[in-house]
């Protein structure tokens, strides 16, 4: 078996010079690192996790980017990753992007930089091209997230299923003017693509038409949820249901919407995602869209330590159920 010292003799430099390629020192030339990588391969050397754990040189860290912790779904779902990991030895360091680019890279830089061994990403807020190059330095799981791309490992469920099930749902209680909230944007290339595309195909199949107006994008809070229905009830044509695509949105449509005397579902039938706490305790309780968050934070943690301890493992992208939960605010 090859060691640091036979790439060393190989590529002619000293074992300090493989030694900082390897940990990804920033003053090392290109030309070096060329040499060195060259060596490696050459060599099939491949540094033993293990020993570099006693090292220092790993650090039994894993990142993980949210968006907002403050939202119950992903407090939940780092919840079940820092479990899981704790024990399997792991710590976690939580990393909130804020929907931010700048932070996401800055968090991004911390697997560069080696101060954690992998990142788990609960959203992405740059292009994947971007994000991609930072798998040189370790190991990245999308969780929550879904790309069609076979080069990166993603736990995830069927985005575009949860809005078809849920849309289809208010077209059979009788709805034919509903309205829709998206925590991104309504194109092709928006953040919730897939759930607009479930949403498209449910109104299409009814033979249901999309009145712009009723499309809400940019949605993710309680405050949000409680202008929609101010926004609703400025209309002269107004909705009878509304997916909302989160059960925060939707809790406080359903608070504004008591506030201004409304009943539901009668005037306005209400449809969260996620299943959170929040949705049985509303009133009426909410029906909603479960995402087994659990199940989706353990799965990432296994998925992501077997990539650091077998770094040529073959990438795979693991779908966990969804279902509808009908309640009383439909």
Not at 117 to 126: A, F, K, P, Q, R
Not at 141 to 158: F, H, K, S, T
Not at 230 to 238: A, F, T, V, Y
Not at 306 to 326: A, G, H, M, T, W
Request: aromatic share 6%; with cysteine.
């Amino acid at each position: 078996m090859s060691t640091i010292s036979d790439v060393a003799k190989l590529s002619g430099l000293s074992k300090t010079t493989v030694s900082r390629v390897l940990n990804n020192h920033p003053y090392v030339s290109e030309d070096k690192k060329k040499k060195v990588l060259k060596a490696m391969k050459e060599l099939g050397y491949s540094p033993n996790p293990a020993a570099r754990r006693l090292r220092g040189q790993l650090t039994t860290t894993i990142g993980v980017i949210v968006p907002r912790i403050v939202n119950p779904f992903f407090s939940y779902l780092v919840n079940a990753i820092e479990q899981t990991a704790f024990t399997q030895g792991y710590q976690v360091l939580i990393c909130q992007s804020n929907e931010d680019k700048e932070k996401e890279l800055a968090f991004l830089n911390l697997l560069k930089t080696k101060q954690i061994d992998g990142i788990v990403m609960t959203s992405l807020e740059n292009d994947w091209g971007i994000i991609e190059q930072y798998t040189e330095y370790g190991p990245i799981v999308l969780c929550n997230e879904y790309l069609n791309n076979p080069d990166v490992p993603i736990v995830r469920i069927d985005q575009n299923k949860g809005a078809y099930i849920g849309i289809n749902h208010l077209i059979q209680q009788g709805h034919r003017k509903i309205a829709y909230c998206t925590g991104g944007l309504f194109d092709e290339q928006g953040k919730d693509k897939d759930r607009n595309q479930g949403f498209q195909k449910a109104l299409k199949e009814a033979g249901i038409m999309i009145n712009p107006k009723w499309i809400f994008v940019n949605q993710h809070t309680i405050e949000d949820g409680k202008r929609v229905i101010n926004q609703i009830l400025e209309m002269d044509d107004r909705p009878t249901a509304v997916f909302t695509g989160s059960d925060e949105v939707a809790g406080g449509m359903m608070i504004k919407a008591k506030e201004h005397g409304l009943n539901i579902p009668d005037d306005i039938a209400i449809i969260g995602f996620d299943d959170q706490p929040i949705a049985e305790l509303l009133d009426p309780q909410l029906t909603t869209i479960r995402q087994p968050v659990n199940q989706m934070g353990e799965k990432a943690v296994e998925v992501i330590i077997d990539l650091l301890n077998n770094p040529e493992k073959r990438i795979s992208s693991y779908e966990l159920p969804i279902e509808l939960v009908i309640r009383k605010s439909t």
